[in-house]
């Protein structure tokens, strides 16, 4: 790979990275005041919209069943791993909870592996490393915090692997619904995802309501909007690039809502919890190598 083109590849996925990372901390900050549902609904929302005209501009075909059924499984995935993921940033410390979630890029590896593929010795090395971050993680200062606190954060890095386990689901279904298009995939997930989000709060009988607050409404549309570039962004990288150099750059985005933690929230964590949340990044990072 040329050094111009290896530069371009790895500036999209870092672009990437940094919106996906933007995104979540910002959705998670709202879901702190605005209901889940509302969240969801919005970033779901626009993401249907500004994939119905992809659809129609790329002139392609409905896909066959597989990928339409692995798109709309998608769609199941990522709503059910940003709910539990939004959820665990309102409710614990986001410089903990992101790396925890990020950690799902194991799934794919994993199913590669049953698969028939082999593990490198640096994927053996991230899962590890990232395994042992995630038990970091979950320590809790408890002599400077309340029974209370304790168990909210236990609760918040519960839903961080959760939410890490629903993204990895997502990510081997999203490889199978690529080959129906970029396009139909995105098209479809983001059906399931406001389907999904409306089913739920129906049966919740929770209703869906536009934020109050002067800006939760124009700071979620950004969030879905960041959601939605990240995509494209990632989409692009993978077309012009290795497959393990975008995986890495990409794999990057619990950075920027580490430092947008620490920064506009003034979050601190204990040593033990600041190697583990290194440890996670780094193991996220050599997993996709």
Not at 98 to 121: D, E
Not at 235 to 255: D, I, K, T
């Amino acid at each position: 790979m040329r050094f111009a083109t290896l530069l371009d590849t790895v500036l999209l996925a870092l672009a990437a990275s940094l919106c996906w990372g933007t995104a979540d901390f910002s959705a998670g900050l709202k879901a702190r005041t605005v209901a889940l549902g509302t969240v969801l609904a919005l970033a779901q929302g626009v993401g249907l919209l500004l994939s119905v005209p992809l659809v129609v501009l790329s002139g392609r075909d409905f896909p066959a069943a597989g990928p339409a059924l692995a798109s709309l499984g998608a769609g199941v995935a990522v709503l059910v791993g940003l709910g539990c993921f939004y959820r665990a940033l309102a409710a614990g410390t986001m410089s903990v909870v992101a790396p925890v979630a990020a950690t799902g890029v194991a799934i794919p590896v994993l199913a590669g592996l049953l698969g028939g593929n082999h593990l490198a010795a640096v994927q053996v090395l991230g899962m590890l490393a990232a395994v042992l971050g995630v038990v970091l993680c979950s320590r809790h200062p408890s002599a400077a915090g309340t029974a209370a606190g304790a168990r909210a954060h236990r609760d918040s890095i519960g839903l961080a692997v959760g939410a890490a386990v629903a993204f990895g689901c997502y990510f081997l279904l999203a490889h199978i619904g690529t080959r129906g298009g970029v396009a139909w995939l995105l098209a479809l997930a983001n059906i399931t995802g406001v389907l999904g989000v409306v089913v739920v709060c129906a049966v919740l009988r929770s209703p869906l309501r536009a934020p109050t607050a002067r800006g939760d409404l124009a700071v979620l549309v950004l969030a879905g909007l960041l959601e939605f570039a990240a995509t494209g962004l990632y989409g692009l990288a993978n077309r012009h690039g290795q497959l393990s150099v975008v995986a890495v750059a990409g794999s990057l985005y619990p950075v920027a809502t580490v430092l947008l933690a620490r920064a506009i929230l003034g979050e601190r964590l204990v040593r033990l919890q600041a190697l583990g949340v290194s440890l996670a990044l780094v193991g996220v990072a050599l997993i996709a190598a």
